[in-house]
């Protein structure tokens, strides 16, 4: 299996771009859509590098989930797989994460949205809306309007109301009912 089109979606979304080096929250120097390999301040790349490094940061990541597919024995679908991908890309505990797996579906997404933190520790908004949008992916719902919508709160009214974002149809998700308390 393959990441598809709505996998790498995911992953630019929350990566994003930058063509200049930085040092993301965990004070690990970064370039383009998060790739961290080689990386060194003052670092500057093309957008033409940046894709290249996502497509091989890609393969490795890739590479991860299916493993553990395969040591796990279990079979998913596109979404499933798109999710695990961008776990892959994204969590250095990622085979940790995918050991739930092989317990049940239902218990896996609920560890899946406990991994917020950045490797110092700190609990970070945008990993805690990461992780619900690549649980809606997991579940194959629309997660970009949701993860939009969820940008323009603050980290405590995102967690008070997460189980609702679960329990209701989120493709119609208002937050301004989060906002109310409603």
Same mark, same amino acid.
């Given at each position: 299996?393959?990441?598809?089109?709505?996998?790498?979606?995911?992953?630019?979304?929350?990566?994003?771009?930058?063509?200049?080096?930085?040092?993301?929250?965990?004070?690990?120097?970064?370039?383009?859509?998060?790739?961290?390999?080689?990386?060194?301040?003052?670092?500057?790349?093309?957008?033409?590098?940046?894709?290249?490094?996502?497509?091989?940061?890609?393969?490795?990541?890739?590479?991860?989930?299916?493993?553990?597919?395969?040591?796990?024995?279990?079979?998913?679908?596109?979404?499933?797989?798109?999710?695990?991908?961008?776990?892959?890309?994204?969590?250095?505990?990622?085979?940790?994460?995918?050991?739930?797996?092989?317990?049940?579906?239902?218990?896996?997404?609920?560890?899946?949205?406990?991994?917020?933190?950045?490797?110092?520790?700190?609990? %970070?908004?945008? !990993?805690? +809306?990461?992780? *619900?949008? #690549? =649980?809606?992916?997991?579940?194959? &719902?629309?997660?970009?309007?949701?993860?939009?919508? %969820?940008?323009? !709160?603050? +980290?405590?009214? *995102?967690? #008070? =109301?997460?189980?609702?974002?679960? &329990?209701?149809?989120?493709?119609?998700?208002?937050?301004?009912?989060?906002?109310?308390?409603?």
């Amino acid at each position: 299996m393959k990441i598809s089109d709505e996998g790498i979606e995911i992953i630019k979304f929350f990566e994003s771009c930058r063509l200049e080096a930085y040092q993301d929250s965990g004070g690990v120097w970064t370039v383009g859509y998060g790739s961290t390999r080689g990386v060194k301040s003052g670092m500057v790349i093309t957008q033409a590098e940046a894709d290249e490094r996502l497509r091989e940061d890609l393969i490795s990541a890739e590479h991860r989930a299916s493993e553990n597919l395969i040591r796990l024995q279990i079979d998913v679908n596109q979404n499933e797989y798109d999710t695990l991908v961008s776990l892959a890309y994204n969590l250095r505990s990622f085979e940790m994460l995918a050991s739930h797996l092989k317990m049940n579906r239902r218990k896996f997404k609920e560890k899946m949205l406990l991994y917020c933190k950045d490797i110092k520790g700190n609990f %970070l908004k945008g !990993l805690k +809306i990461r992780r *619900i949008a #690549e =649980r809606l992916l997991f579940e194959g &719902r629309k997660w970009k309007l949701v993860a939009k919508q %969820l940008q323009k !709160l603050n +980290i405590h009214e *995102i967690v #008070e =109301r997460e189980d609702e974002l679960f &329990r209701q149809n989120v493709e119609n998700i208002d937050t301004s009912e989060f906002r109310n308390g409603n």
